[in-house]
Antibody
């Protein structure tokens, strides 16, 4: 079964760091582009970052650019999102999502259940 | 960056109705548009991509149309399971989402 399982969320103080992980099963990360999308409480969806199936084609949303790094460990079939300099407005459920193909220019067909990041003092 | 604007923000409807949601892009995106459904506490689910292609397993009651800057999602014969929030998304960097349209019971 194709599945994504996020982990790593939690409570962090403003200015702190956090590393989110997304374990993929049922498919290889090398064959699909992957993405992070977040949703603040009661708000809409906001794209955060993407990486191509080849490992290239990395991009970030303006709100996280310079503070966030997307990466993957193909040996463990796991996607990561390293976040630093966290702000109150980074509080959100973070979803990882698979693209419908190896290229980043594809919609997101498989989503994880999300992991909650709360930035608060 | 391209901005995506959905209307209406909320739509009240009854079971059996046909409803239409509109999504406009601030500049032409061809047919690089997807639609998602999200239920409370759940992850979004892909419904339609390339503006009009129905994703595998999605009911044919959902249909999409449009190109350039104007797109629509139509749900025919609304079912109880269809009451949810719907988002459009342009499929090119940056992957902007619309603000969402909540379809609620009238």
């Amino acid at each position: 079964e194709v599945q994504l399982l996020e982990s790593g969320g939690g409570l962090v103080q403003p200015g702190g760091s956090l590393r989110l992980s997304c374990a993929a099963s049922g498919f290889s990360l090398s064959s699909f582009a992957m993405n992070w999308v977040r949703q603040a409480p009661g708000k809409g969806l906001e794209w955060v970052s993407s990486i191509g199936g080849s490992g290239f084609g990395i991009s970030y949303g303006d709100s996280v650019k310079g503070r966030t790094t997307i990466s993957r460990d193909t040996s463990k079939n796991t996607l990561h999102l390293q976040m630093k300099g966290l702000r109150i407005d980074d509080t959100a459920v973070y979803y990882c999502a698979r693209s419908l193909g190896i290229a980043v220019i594809n919609p997101f067909d498989i989503w994880g259940q999300g992991t909650l990041v709360t930035v608060s003092s | 960056d391209i901005q995506m604007t959905q209307s209406p923000s909320t739509l009240s409807a009854s079971v059996g109705d046909t409803v239409t949601i509109t999504c406009r892009a601030s500049q032409s995106i061809g047919t690089w548009l997807a639609w998602y459904q999200q239920k409370p506490g759940k992850a979004p689910q892909l419904l339609i991509y390339m503006a009009s292609t129905l994703h595998s397993g999605v009911s044919s009651r959902f249909s999409g149309s449009g190109s350039g800057t104007a797109f629509t999602l139509t749900i025919s014969s609304l079912q109880p399971d269809d009451f949810a929030t719907y988002y459009c998304q342009q499929n090119n960097s940056p992957w902007a989402f619309g603000q969402g349209t909540k379809v609620e019971f009238k």
